[in-house]
T-cell receptor, first 114, second 114 residues
Framework: QQQVKQSPQSLIVQKGGISIINCAYE??????FPWYQQFPGKGPALLIA?????SEKKEGRFTISFNKSAKQFSLHIMDSQPGDSATYFC?????????????FGKGTMLLVSP | EAGVVQSPRYKIIEKKQPVAFWCNPI?????LYWYLQNLGQGPELLIR????????DSQLPKDRFSAERLKGVDSTLKIQPAELGDSAVYLC????????????FGEGSRLTVL
């Protein structure tokens, strides 16, 4: 059972454009939703995270939008840059309930063309 | 401050041979995770430690995989015997116990089984 479903699998965006990646989850006990960024040959690194009591969180060019009733959340990358080219993973956990293990989506490979 | 350190970075072995991976977490992080990442997929939890206790190992294939975390610091993940399907990246991560926050990942150990 895939608890976190991510789409699209890959994405090509022009420099300066908006990249949008979507995730849907099934377990309503999840209470922490981070996005991780992974470059080739590196481990995933935290990009931004949100709690379900907040509908939106913005950090620089990165924004998470959260829809609790639909059990969906998305990552928006504004003014996308070639350096943003990487694989992005959404994830979920029950961190505020003391269970910190992350369940990851399958990832989205983003390519920002110059 | 040093991040999560893993070794070896790359390992090529023949099937049926044993292999071991080592992880040194961030100093002070009592929670340690081993994740498996297949090509083009998101990380999947193998085992989670709180100090030296394995608190979540339900996804660890115990017939061939074993792990230990002596003294609650470094950890070793072993596969014996390795199978072709074990070819993947083995990621180690650590976090502060009880804190809601990010998991810090190492760069991973890439295993190729021939």
């Amino acid at each position: 059972q895939q608890q976190v479903k991510q789409s699209p699998q890959s994405l090509i965006v022009q420099k300066g454009g908006i990249s949008i990646i979507n995730c849907a989850y099934e377990n309503t006990a999840f209470d922490y939703f981070p996005w991780y960024q992974q470059f080739p040959g590196k481990g995933p690194a935290l990009l931004i995270a949100i709690r379900p009591d907040v509908s939106e969180k913005k950090e620089g060019r990165f924004t998470i939008s959260f829809n609790k009733s639909a059990k969906q959340f998305s990552l928006h990358i504004m003014d996308s840059q070639p350096g943003d080219s990487a694989t992005y993973f959404c994830a979920a956990s029950k961190a505020f309930s003391g269970y910190s293990t992350l369940t990851f989506g399958k990832g989205t490979m983003l390519l920002v063309s110059p | 401050e040093a991040g999560v350190v893993q070794s070896p970075r790359y390992k090529i072995i023949e099937k049926k041979q044993p292999v071991a991976f080592w992880c040194n977490p961030i100093s002070g992080h009592n929670t340690l995770y081993w994740y498996l990442q297949n090509l083009g997929q998101g990380p999947e939890l193998l085992i989670r430690y709180e100090n030296e206790e394995a608190v979540d190992d339900s996804q660890l294939p115990k017939d061939r995989f074993s792990a230990e975390r002596l003294k609650g610091v470094d950890s070793t993940l072993k596969i014996q015997p390795a199978e072709l399907g074990d070819s993947a990246v083995y990621l180690c991560a650590s976090s502060e116990t009880g804190a809601v926050g990010e998991l810090f990942f190492g760069e991973g150990s890439r295993l190729t089984v021939l």
